[in-house]
């Protein structure tokens, strides 16, 4: 009898002991063999900006080993779908579209601050199109995003017009380009490179984002369960982008010429897209994470859930979540 009973039991207690052994696998081979386990590799997700181009800079100059990966999306839309499904673990978007990721229950904390638009996110038209005003009754190409209706909203609110006074066509910033020369649209809500690319082909500008000035941030953003198994990489990833962008700083020349490939600008564009860009330095970050300055990420979130309520691009008031550790390490 008693053994009827042992053996089952030491069957129980060696399957046990397998799965222990199975989920320490790595660390046990760590021991004996001295092998080192690489962790898989920080996936970072943008879409093509200006604001975000240091990261690829910071590639480029070797900044970045294989534990950081950079991955190429051709919108932020797609961006804001990789991070929902957990394809990528960092995301590079704006404030407002940050508002609404927390608003769908996706869990992120800001740990950087990119940019701030100051000039670089653009309506542009055709001759003949010489104001907003103008743009009643018009085509008006938007991508699908919050900041794209947001910019067109708060445009059109500077001369007492609404979005539902224009025809708004849903539009991927890939097709901006094309809608705008094939003569699909009127204007074009958009940002670098398609504004330079753009304006070198006749369209003008009828507002930039210098009009409403602090509104738009860019920023990155971490998934909050990646958070504490993947601090020294995170760690990486900013300590990398704070020097490409003193290379940047320094050697402006040899930058451009390293960031033409994914802008398709030349050289002098390139440098000629960052006059509409402030990019904050880590005092300038710490400054944007202390809730008691009046530019603090978190008034300037409240401004922008004020607006988008308004402007029924939010439902509710979503919490903004901030990470400062990792600028903060970098200043002791």
Known sequence: MLSKFLNPLAGLIILVF?????????????????????????????????????????RNLGYYNDSIRLVEYSSATEVLRAIRNKLID??????????LLRQSGVDVRI???????????????????????????RKVGVESTALGAYV?????QKVGLTPADVQVVPIEVASHYMAYTDNVMDAVVTFEPVRSQLLRDGAHLVFDSSQIPGEIVDV?????????????????????WFKALTYLSVNPNDASKRMTGRLNLSP????????????????????MFDESQALSLIQTAKNLTTI????????RSPNVLIAPQFVQDLKR
């Open 220 to 240: 990155v953003v971490v998934r909050e369960e990646v958070l504490a198994g993947k601090e020294e990489q995170i760690q990486g990833l900013i300590s990398g």
């Open 90 to 99: 960092v995301a590079t978007l704006t404030l407002d579209e940050v508002l």
């Open 308 to 315: 988008m309520i308004e402007a029924n691009l939010l439902d």
């Open 152 to 156: 067109l909203t708060r445009a059109l």
């Open 18 to 58: 397998s799965i222990v052994l199975w989920l320490q696998r790595d660390e046990i081979r760590q021991f004996l063999v001295g092998e080192v386990v690489v962790a898989e590799p920080l996936a970072v997700g943008t879409n093509v900006w200006p604001g975000y181009e240091p990261l690829y800079l910071a």
């Open 268 to 287: 002098e564009e390139v440098l000629a897209s960052y006059e509409g860009l402030i990019l904050p330095d880590p005092e300038g970050n710490l400054d």
């Open 111 to 137: 740990v950087l601050v990119t940019d701030i638009s100051n000039g670089g996110d653009v309506i542009v038209a055709r001759p003949g199109i010489e104001s907003l005003a103008d743009l009643k009754g």
